[in-house]
């Protein structure tokens, strides 16, 4: 029975990691992508907005 209690957290860790797998290949794309890859985009054009009128001269 040592074997058992030997084998039983690494099955109970790898049915874990392939649940989350899942659960992220799943939540890729989807109805979703469209909404969150605008927000991406958003996030990065206003950091780039404070980067390039930070960078520019005063005059």
Do not use: C, H
């Not at 979703?32 to 930070?54: C, H, Y």
């Amino acid at each position: 029975m040592d074997y058992v209690s030997a084998l039983v957290p690494p099955v109970v860790m790898a049915v874990f990691f392939i649940g989350v797998i899942r659960v992220i290949v799943k939540t890729q794309g989807g109805a979703n992508k469209a909404k969150e890859d605008a927000a991406v985009d958003a996030v990065l054009a206003r950091g780039d907005g404070a980067r390039q009128t930070s960078a520019t001269p005063d005059a």
